[in-house]
């Protein structure tokens, strides 16, 4: 079974305005992180935010913040005032209990209009 | 720089030969990682080294893949016979500790992209 899903393949988004992508997961641990990346066309997987399963508040890094709703097993990302420079893949992933290895979902490619 | 490095950035090879892949982590980084990342899909795990010790190789997807950390710093992916299934971005990436604390994030190289002819 897919331990990561997100079902957005592709999203537009005018500058300056937020763009939500979804991610939910599948784990019995209740230990377990939830990661975000940014692959710009680059290649390079860049980490933006992480939240903690035994986090009682939803991360928040700059324009980035985690709309992590636990019941749900639901870890959206938010980017607020998007820019032209947010255009890329966004990966959403998971480490379980003290697991070591990440796994990814498919990812959502964003790209952002002027 | 201070990040992860991997070389070649691109790789042609002829199915049937041989690859290196090199991964140079952060510097004092415990952990590497080795992933494989087809195109237009996430990253897929491939092998995990806690200093020189390969701790997991689970995703090696066949009997053709080797990795190495002989020293604890660098590592080195080889592929044997590449078939055209191999064909993709292998992406190293190192982290200080292992297990869920935030400061073991994992930081990851540019990948090499490798296209099996």
């Known amino acids: 079974a897919q331990k990561i899903t997100q079902t957005q393949p592709g999203m537009f988004v005018q500058e300056k305005e937020a763009v939500t992508l979804d991610c939910t997961y599948d784990?019995?641990?209740?230990?377990?992180?939830l990661f975000w990346y940014k692959q710009p066309s680059s290649g390079e997987m860049i980490f933006l935010i992480y939240q903690g399963s035994y986090d009682e508040q939803n991360a928040t890094e700059g324009r980035y913040s985690l709309n992590f709703q636990k019941a749900r097993k639901s870890a959206n990302l938010v980017i607020s005032a998007s820019q032209l420079g947010d255009s890329a893949m966004y990966f959403c992933a998971m480490r379980e209990g003290n697991d070591y290895k990440l796994s990814f979902g498919a990812g959502t490619t964003v790209t952002v209009r002027a | 720089g201070a990040g992860v490095s991997q070389s070649p950035r691109y790789k042609v090879a002829k199915r049937g030969q041989d690859v290196a892949l090199r991964c140079d982590p952060i510097s004092g980084h415990v952990s590497l990682f080795w992933y494989q990342q087809a195109l237009g899909q996430g990253p897929e795990f491939l092998t995990y080294?806690?200093?020189?010790?390969?701790?997991?190789k689970s995703g090696l997807p066949s009997d053709r893949f080797f990795a190495e950390r002989p020293e604890g710093s660098v590592s080195t992916l080889k592929i044997q016979r590449t078939q055209q299934e191999d064909s993709a971005v292998y992406l190293c990436?190192?982290?200080?500790?292992?297990?869920?604390?935030?400061?073991?994030?994992?930081?990851f190289g540019p990948g090499t992209r490798l296209t099996v002819l």
């Open positions: 080294f806690q200093n020189e010790a390969q701790l997991d």
């Open positions: 990436a190192s982290s200080l500790g292992v297990g869920l604390a935030p400061n073991n994030e994992q930081f």
């Open positions: 784990t019995s641990d209740q230990s377990y992180g």
